[in-house]
């Protein structure tokens, strides 16, 4: 402020995801998608203080800030973006022109974390526009949260981690359990205003409504637009990349075969035991 900056300083608040919970951090629903933004940009955003309940994305962040830096997106050598600059949600109205309506956006999910076999993640689509929220799950045969014998990896230790997994123990069939890490249908499709939390998958019962088939067809038709390789039947080239962490490339099987791994972010008592193991 002493050196007169503030005003043309462009703030922004955001969070990575939802909470490390079950059914939360490294999932597709409401809670982890739905994450706060605030942004403070005194000389750039017209009546501050507004409350905007468009759909916005992590992807519109980069062209909003090359916007405010005055760099054209197409100089910097950059792969083509998908998002859009927030300009137009700053200054509403002034553009001069008609803008197209903010009023879905596309989630996805690849690999959180290690521990399914051959360091394989949960390859997730979806789109949310309005109330409604399309998942498709495209290997429904993987473990959503990780393997069970190597401890459920995507999902971090916690108080209700342990008794969702105890729950379970004492009964196979608990419905907590299986909603948080059990294996998934191919697609999801839920009412938000009606069931926030998405336990209510209406997939199972109108696999084909009018609502979700439209949400699909537009999911499906913006990642072919956007060259997305799960579109194309190529998607095994997300799995083929090495995990970040070299110590942990081969995880499933080196913890099989009997290798001790530090896995700190879970606790010993996640670890289920292998059929006919004890």
């Known amino acids: 402020a002493r050196r007169g900056l503030l005003e043309n300083t462009i703030v922004v608040v955001t969070s990575d995801h939802g909470m490390p919970f079950p059914r939360g951090k490294g999932n597709t629903g409401q809670m982890p998608n739905h994450v706060p933004l605030a942004v403070r940009w005194p000389g750039g955003i017209a009546t501050p203080g507004r409350k905007v309940a468009e759909f916005v994305s992590f992807v519109d962040l980069a062209p909003t800030l090359m916007e405010v830096a005055g760099l054209d997106w197409k100089q910097t050598g950059m792969a083509a973006t998908a998002g859009r600059s927030l300009s137009d949600v700053f200054r509403p109205g002034n553009t001069g022109k008609a803008r197209p309506p903010r009023d879905h956006v596309l989630i996805g ?8 076999p051959h360091d394989e993640g949960y390859p997730v689509r979806g789109i949310i526009q309005g109330n409604f929220l399309y998942l ?32 379970h123990h004492s009964n196979p069939a608990d419905p907590f359990w299986a909603l948080c890490f059990g294996l998934r249908p191919p697609e999801e499709f839920y009412d938000l205003k009606a069931d926030p939390d998405c336990l209510k998958n209406l ?25 997305d390789p799960r579109s194309f039947g190529q998607g095994a080239v ?22 001790k791994l530090k896995t700190s972010w879970v606790s010993d008592s996640d670890y289920e035991r292998p059929a006919g193991k004890e």
């Open 136 to 167: 498709s799950n495209v290997e429904p045969s993987r473990w959503p949260a990780g393997n069970p014998e190597t401890g459920y990896l995507d999902c971090d230790a916690g108080a209700t981690k342990t008794l969702i997994l105890q729950d």
């Open 238 to 259: 997300f799995d083929s990349y090495l995990h970040a962490n070299k110590g942990h490339v081969g995880f499933y099987e080196r913890f099989m075969s009997g290798e």
């Open 109 to 116: 999910r690849e690999r959180n974390d290690v521990g399914r």
């Open 203 to 227: 997939a199972l019962n109108s696999p084909e409504s009018v609502p979700m088939s439209a949400l699909r067809g537009r999911m499906n038709a913006e990642l072919k637009e956007q060259g």
